[in-house]
Structure formats: C-alpha cells, structure tokens
C-alpha cells in the first residue's frame, strides 16, 4: 500500500518538476515558470526567475540549473523571452540566466530531467522513452522504450532510474543498463497525479501540479512523501 505524506504549504501554484540538492529542494513552477528553492516543510528559501516557458521537469548538476521548457504557455502572460518552442534550458543556477537551450530529440516536450554525473536523463514523447545524453555535447549516450503513457518526473536510485506516469498514476523503476521495469508503485485513483519526482536519502517525494489551471483536475497542488507500506 502507499501512503502519502505532504507537506504543509505548496510554495507555488502548480509545482510540475523536482530536485533535491543540499541546498534544498528545487521546485518547478508551471504557472509562474520561477524556480524556489525550499525546505522539506515548504519553506521558501529562495526564488529564481527564468526564462523558461510552459515550465515541467528540473534537474541540477554541472554547476547549473536545467529546466524543461515546454513552449506556449496557457498559464501566464506571454513575455519577450517565450519562444513558444520546446527547448531544454541551461541556465546559471544562481539567477537563473540563460546560458544555453537545446531543442528536444523528439521535437515534443520534456517533462522529466535527471543528473546522472555529467549526463542527464529526460523523458520522450515520440516514441515513448527514456534518454540519457552529455550534459556536453548534447549527444544521445543510450535509449530505452517504456511502457507508461504520459512520462513525467524521474529520480535516479542505485542501480535504476524511477520515472512517474501522470495519467495513470504510477511510479516506474527501470534499470539504467536493460531499461527492464524492475519495480513499480501504484496510486489510488482518488490519489493526487504524480507529475514531478525525486529521491532524498532514498525517500521518493513526488508533486501534483493541479493541472490544467484555470480548472484544476484537483483542488489544491500538492508536495510529499511516498511510503511504501507493507
């Protein structure tokens, strides 16, 4: 069975993508398209504004912060900067300038990014699969196809890498090498959509963004715990 622990208070409208780090917990904001950087309890410590549009998974590593840039938001005002184009942003991690942007592989969003020491595993839509490339040269280091529907967040754990099916409510983990489902977490129908993920001293946290807004799917957007109980 899974349990479920949130946190207290959402720092954002619609947080879409997760990162821990030892600063804290990176937190993607859809509607605002800001990044904050918070406390395990939801604490705002603090809040970095990008050029990101339409904004979903999150990772750091390298020295710098990556975002998936989704393209024509629907949730704010346009700005100069919107391209309205998918794109994987490398931005300072401290003001979260531009530093570079990469086209996705597929030509579709990215909604799930993970540092894996000196590459970074994102999420593809067409086909549905998993990807690692350099962090460097951008090139595709190895792919594998996965059997889940709406690839969100993914969160690297010893020898896999777990990654969150939003529509039908799962949690994958796939080994890195085979790409073979090596185990897999389900959530209760009336449970919240997990959209991003990550993994902090081997504890999954997993966020719902309340999407789509205006007309949320469900009320509130949520951060928390999984545990697995037996």
């Given amino acids: 069975m899974v349990e479920l622990n949130p946190i207290e208070n959402s720092p954002c409208k619609m947080p879409n ?4 780090t030892e600063e804290g917990l990176f937190v993607m904001d859809q509607y605002t398209d800001n990044v904050y950087v918070v406390g395990e309890d939801g604490t705002i410590l603090r809040t970095i504004e990008t050029p990101t549009e339409n904004g979903s998974g999150i990772t750091v590593g390298g020295g710098y912060l990556w975002t998936a840039s989704n393209g024509l938001t629907t949730s704010r005002s346009f700005r100069s900067t919107d391209t309205h184009l998918p794109y994987l942003y490398q931005l300072d991690l401290k003001n979260g300038k531009l530093i ?16 894996d020491d000196g590459f970074i595993w994102i ?15 951008f090139s595709v280091i190895k792919k594998f ?6 690839l969100h967040g993914l969160a690297r754990d010893e020898d896999g890498i777990w990654c969150t099916d939003r529509l039908h409510k799962i949690i994958a983990k796939f080994d890195v090498d085979t790409g073979e489902e090596l185990d897999r977490i389900e959530f209760s129908q009336d449970a919240p959509d997990p959209h991003g993920l990550s ?4 504890e999954l946290w997993y966020s719902d963004a309340a999407f789509p807004d205006p007309s949320p799917l469900h009320e509130l957007p949520e951060i928390g715990r999984i545990k697995i109980v037996k």
């Fill in 17 to 20: 993508g997760l990162q821990w």
């Fill in 100 to 115: 570079n942007r990469i086209p996705t592989y597929d030509g579709s969003g990215i909604h799930g990014l993970e540092w």
């Fill in 123 to 137: 999420t593809s839509f067409n086909p549905r699969a998993i990807i690692l490339i350099d962090s460097f040269s």
């Fill in 145 to 150: 196809y996965v059997d889940l529907d709406v």
């Fill in 199 to 202: 993994i902090k001293d081997g």
